[in-house]
């Protein structure tokens, strides 16, 4: 074979493997990408029902507050005990928040609440520091 045939195949086959490279890293890329984003979905999945949870706690915490501004007395182990477990599903809620921004490499601005990137240092929505 010709010197020139051969070092044209050598070189397509260098081509050829470094094709297949990259590619195996763009589809093991795009499998950890797929995994970060089911697990992102299963957060907020658990996310969605925390928030209900808690919303439920304030509203018995309100029509506690409400019933005694009526006249009515309440009790005050009861009101312990709501504002106790308030505290326990926003301290939850905070975690898979932290676990979804870290999950999706971006943080939550203080001041507006848009996501912004993980090395941001002011929020392109509102401009606070972040």
């Given at each position: 074979m010709d010197d020139k045939v051969k070092a044209l195949l050598e070189r397509v086959k260098g081509t050829a493997n470094y094709a297949a490279d990259a590619?195996?890293?763009g589809a093991r890329a795009a499998g950890k990408r797929a995994g970060q984003m089911v697990d992102v979905a299963k957060l907020n999945v658990q996310l969605f029902d925390l928030n209900g949870e808690?919303?439920?706690?304030l509203r018995e915490l309100g029509q506690?507050?409400?019933s005694t501004h009526l006249g009515q007395a309440a009790d005050p182990e009861q009101v312990t005990a709501l504002l106790?477990?308030?505290?326990e599903k926003s301290g939850r809620i905070a975690e898979l928040k932290?676990?979804?921004?870290d999950l999706r490499q971006s943080q939550t601005c203080p001041g507006c609440g848009a996501p912004c990137g993980k090395s941001?240092?002011?929020?392109?929505a509102c401009g606070a520091q972040l």
């Open positions: 590619a195996a890293d808690y919303n439920d706690l506690v507050m409400y106790a477990q308030a505290d932290g676990r979804i921004s941001d240092k002011f929020c392109r």
